[in-house]
């Protein structure tokens, strides 16, 4: 009999190992359904309103998010990892162990309290349009985001993760300017009279706002070929100390008349010996932007026709052809007022 059993192990062993991964996906996702099948589900709740075609737009973002019954606003957990602009994790409990896994880091597991760290661990289940779905309460969106930036003020976040950093202050900030206005609306009546997705478009823009502050305007070619041409290490990036200064000479100083000077004023070094912002975000999105990315595709282009090593003669190259220019500033800037 043992020995039996042992052959119809191994024969099924064989036989799994002949499965793709997608079958190999449904015989498991088969069986998980087998299982809450036999569950009582009375005491899982419905979703009174949301529907899949109905996402929290946060500008490019979908995220899919329900009122249940029993009034708990909630981010299913698909869509947490969208807000939080993470990669997806294994499948466990619907993939929301790519959060906990996130939370758990040695970085960040100091700032995560006990009853949040339940609340990761065990997510809310519900039904909504005949499928079972997974969730977080929607205010954890808000309380993850405000404990990365926390790691994040006290040097405490690992390289990988500053990422997410960015994305949890945008959404932060976006979070509590739109709170505002929809605080407003109560207090006024405006609410009753107010379009459906006025707040999401309003929250569309200031997340626009945010992001022109994280956007990578220098194309990593740029740099790339500033290592090659002078021979250095590529080293993964990691920028020489002197970038800032090649930058301001092949970029800003032949820009436009007066801008590198202008940009200096408004972007001064700060007492620890940085600027608080970077040179383009005080660029206009009108003008300033399109010149910059010109500009800067054009010296790419200039730096593949030379060789390993030849800085000297693609800067005499430049040197010619975006010769350096000081006087009267003719490139627009943003207002003072609008200056992050």
């Known amino acids: 009999m ?14 799994a190992e002949k499965l793709s991964a997608d ?13 809450w099948a036999k569950t009582d589900h009375s005491n899982y709740p419905k979703a009174l309103c949301g529907s ?21 606003r909630v981010i299913t957990q698909a869509g947490m990892l969208t807000a939080l602009a993470m990669s997806k994790g294994t499948a466990t409990k619907g993939g929301g162990d790519r959060i906990a896994n996130f939370l758990g880091t040695k970085s960040l597991k100091t700032y995560v309290s006990n009853e949040l760290s339940a609340v990761i661990t065990k997510p809310i289940r519900f039904k909504a349009h005949g499928a079972w779905a997974y969730g977080y309460e929607a205010t954890i969106l808000a309380e993850i985001c405000e404990l990365v930036l926390k ?8 390289y990988q993760q500053a990422d997410i950093a960015k994305q949890c202050e945008i959404l932060v900030r ?11 609306d109560e207090a006024t009546g405006y609410q009753e009279i107010r379009d459906r997705e006025a707040l999401q478009e309003i929250l569309k823009r200031y997340i626009s706002e945010e992001l022109m502050k994280w956007v990578r305007t220098f194309p990593m070619e740029f740099y790339k070929q500033v290592f090659r041409l ?16 090649i930058v301001n000479d092949l970029v800003y100083a032949r820009l436009a008349p007066g801008v590198l000077e202008e940009l200096r004023k408004r972007n ?12 383009f975000q005080h660029l206009t999105k009108s003008v300033g932007h399109p010149a910059l ?28 052809t975006f010769p350096k220019v000081n006087t009267t500033l003719l490139l627009p800037f943003e207002a003072e007022t609008s200056v992050p």
């Open 293 to 320: 990315t010109r500009h800067l595709h054009e010296l790419i282009g200039m730096a593949r026709a030379f060789s390993i090593g030849e800085w000297d003669k693609y800067y005499h190259l430049v040197d010619r």
């Open 268 to 279: 001064p070094v700060t007492q620890d010996g940085h600027r608080e912002h970077k040179h």
């Open 230 to 245: 002078k021979a250095w290490n590529w080293n993964d990036g990691k920028m020489s100390p002197i970038m800032g200064s």
């Open 2 to 15: 043992r020995e039996n059993k042992k052959i119809q192990a191994l024969g099924g062993k064989a036989r």
């Open 151 to 158: 790691a994040r003020d006290d040097n405490a976040l690992h």
């Open 52 to 72: 899949p075609d109905r996402p929290l737009k946060i500008a490019a973002l979908e995220i899919r998010c329900y009122v249940l019954e029993d009034g708990r």
């Open 174 to 184: 976006a979070f509590a300017r739109v709170g505002i206005v929809a605080l407003v």
């Open 23 to 35: 079958e190999r996906s449904e015989i498991a996702r088969t069986a998980a359904d087998a299982r």
